[in-house]
């Protein structure tokens, strides 16, 4: 079995301030793990991924993440927010059996 | 090369009607899945397709829902006797798969709306 908690449905940051928006998932086995940034009215979109290589990784426009096992975590950070930001992100688990548990979703506000 | 595509983009249905939504999948990709995504909430996984066949089936939310993949390409997923509780945006992803999940590409979704 495999799930997936984020942890803030709601995070508002001011522009230029850090970005902190936190997953924890549970898994029976080795995951990959994934996050994805859907804007308004827009498709979903892979902003960066694990696969059991480097446990910090690096994605599109300024994100990342780290793989912390010991914590089950894998929070998403950015260092200075910026105005396009502004989405909802998901967190998400697959197994090599290929079903995918989505989190239920971090709506990121940035305020100017 | 072109994404992922759906059809229709938008449909309107009466209770009780059955409806069939497509995805054409990018061309080589051997992973399909289909979510569901209710108003304001997260993504439900449906239905995940390997090839032609389908491991996990799991997510289908009742025997009113099936899907086929035909060639290892085009998936239909179809609807029967619908409820107003079916009113979705229906996502379909394709992706590669090489032994490990890998990133899934997204189409735009089906909006459908069941009067």
């Known amino acids: 079995a495999q799930s997936v908690t984020q942890l803030d449905s709601h995070v508002s940051v001011s522009e230029g301030t850090p970005v902190l928006l936190r997953c924890n998932y549970s898994s029976s086995y080795s995951p990959s793990l994934f996050w994805y940034v859907q804007h308004p009215n827009k498709g979903l979109q892979l902003l960066l991924k694990?696969?059991?290589?480097?446990?910090l990784v690096k994605g599109i426009n300024g994100f990342e993440a780290e793989f912390k096992k010991s914590e089950t975590s894998f929070h998403l950070t950015k260092p200075s927010a910026h105005m396009s930001d502004a989405a909802e992100y998901f967190c998400v688990v697959n197994t090599n059996a290929g079903k995918s548990t989505f989190g239920d979703g971090t709506t990121l506000t940035v305020k100017p | 090369g072109a994404g992922v595509s759906q059809s229709p983009s938008n449909k309107v249905t009466e209770k009780g009607k059955d409806v069939e939504l497509r995805c054409d999948p990018i061309?080589?990709?051997?992973?399909l899945y289909w979510y569901r995504q209710s108003l304001g909430q997260g993504l439900e996984f449906l239905i995940y397709f390997q090839g032609n066949s389908a491991p996990d089936k799991s997510g289908l939310p009742s025997d009113r829902f099936s899907a086929e993949r035909t060639g290892g390409s085009v998936s239909t997923l179809t609807i029967q006797r619908t409820q107003q509780e079916d009113s979705a945006v229906y996502l379909c992803?394709?992706?590669?798969?090489?032994?490990?999940?890998?990133?899934?590409?997204f189409g735009p979704g089906t909006r459908l709306t069941v009067l």
């Open positions: 061309s080589g990709h051997t992973a």
């Open positions: 694990y696969t059991s290589a480097a446990t």
């Open positions: 992803a394709s992706s590669f798969y090489t032994g490990k999940p890998d990133t899934q590409y």
